[in-house]
């Protein structure tokens, strides 16, 4: 199956948007940071190599050191797509990051965008 445009685009082509859109609201670089790392397992370090060697999307979360297992409770729409409904797992990975940068920009604490234990 032929992959979508945006699995060969450079993830840091499409970082700085997540940082614009969450900082126009008030939210902080740092918090865009914290929620990668959360989905993804990369460390700062390791994040920030991703984004200087401008890995691709596909590589990025195919590289990622441990995805988290508590994604699958991201639900919800973005960009008119339910994220929980999304069948291609490289598009659903997209999309997951995509639900946690909107419930950022939306004002939504930390603690529950990191869908932390109750």
């Known amino acids: 199956m032929a992959g979508h445009r945006i699995y060969g685009m450079p993830f840091a082509s499409v970082y700085p948007a997540y940082i614009a859109k969450a900082e126009k609201k008030g939210r902080t670089k ?28 596909e ?22 797509v339910r994220v929980e409904t999304v069948e291609e797992p ?3 990975e997209i999309r997951y990051l995509d639900k946690l940068i909107d419930e950022l920009a939306k ?5 529950k965008i990191l869908r932390a234990a109750a």
């Open 107 to 111: 004002g939504k604490a930390m603690e």
């Open 30 to 57: 740092a918090e865009v940071d914290e929620i990668i790392r959360w989905l993804t397992g990369y460390s700062q370090k390791a994040l920030d190599a991703q984004l200087k060697k401008k890995t691709s999307f």
């Open 59 to 80: 590589a990025f979360f195919d590289e990622a050191p441990a995805m988290n297992a508590a994604r699958a409770l991201i639900t919800g729409v973005v960009c008119g």
């Open 90 to 92: 490289l598009m659903r």
